[in-house]
């Protein structure tokens, strides 16, 4: 625990190698642009509502991201990263089996924007080291609860834990403290069973809303002399290589970022189906007699064939693949509340069949591969390789693919000048004296 306190204070931005400098930037981008094409969605409204009604602005007070209205931090961090669950298209990791910028992101930019709020700065150089804090303590926690743990638990259960060694730094929370607001986030933070949310999706997801949560709220019972129990994720003996080259390996680098707005999961498959509709023109829907996804046992439980909402939808496998067939394209709006309903996709979704690969199955969390066979009406059958999603750190997803993708992600809701002006924002934040414009670009927005 004392190293991690000591990694969060000490860290400078130029102790970041410029390939993790250029992935923070990079998954900057991605989950803000998550969390703009989410904010007119039920989920992302509701949220917003709960947290306005349940958690007024007081002397402390932050604005909700593409909102601009005011609430607690607490209130914003609920929001933010529920917001960011709400459309399955943010990075992650493999093996901590689950993401962190989810968490991470919204509520530091909940605590950035109180702590600015009271007339003090943050630099654009200091908000990317924040964030790097925020990343990498998050992942290693995640990997340390995974390494243990008997079950598999949603992101939440370790990411709030990067949102206070970050948080500390911010708020200038002395080690004594900070070590209470770790243990407070651990033993209040939300173990939820992941499998029971893939065969029963609802807007719960990963539970990154109440990560951003645990983590804001232990930092501000730490403040308040409210003491913890020691972090075991931390302590234990047994997780040590979760911890002991801190500072020294990234495991940032080892995120991997989605095209597709789903569980990635799903996404070996739809790598798959793009690079076989790129190579064969005949595939289309009124051409298809059946297709057959061969997974790992995880993606298989996705299922999904007639989503009865976007939730769904979006933790779904067969229907995700019928979609991007029909539509030839695979973004937020086909897997929106009026996707679910579009009988050409339901059709052929109907003619996918998922069965299990005991090898792809073995390979799993480590590779997460897929492979798929179409069998067209005049009897010709075309078969994919195993294929690895694209985005993975071995196959990434480019600079200009992430630009692309906010572009396109937030192309209802944000003008191509404010597109471009978040966009360049970021990419020369650590060269800014203050992250205000950024706070603006991000609030000014009201959706109401």
Known sequence: MYEVFRFSESLSFQDIPEKTKILLKSSLIDILGIICAASENDTSRNIRKFAIDYYSASDVSTRLLFDGRSVSP????????????????????????GHAGATVVPALLSLVDAYCDQGRDISGEEFLTLLAIGYEV???????????????HASGAFSGLGVVAAGAR?????????????GIAEYFSPRCPMMKLIDYPSNLRDAHGAGAFSGVNALFLAQSGITGAPTELMLNVGQSNAWQDLGAVWEIDNQYFKPWPVCRWAQPALTAVVAMLELDETIRPENIESVQIETFHESMRLQGYHPKNSDEAQYALAFPVAALICNGELGPNQVDE??????AVLKLADRIRIVESDELSQRFPAEILSRVEIVLKNGRVIRSPISQAKGDPNVPMTKEDIVAKFQNYTRDVLSIEQQFSIIDEIESLEKKSNILQLLSMLTNLPNG
């Open 74 to 97: 607490l209130g914003a961090a609920w929001a933010g990263g529920f917001s960011a669950d709400s459309l399955d298209a943010h990075e992650g990791h493999f093996l901590s089996k």
């Open 138 to 152: 998050s992942l290693r926690a995640g990997v340390a609860l995974m390494s243990n743990a008997s079950d598999y």
């Open 170 to 182: 911010i708020l200038k929370i002395e080690q004594g403290a900070c070590l209470h607001a770790m």
């Open 338 to 343: 009026n996707a679910i309903h579009d009988e």
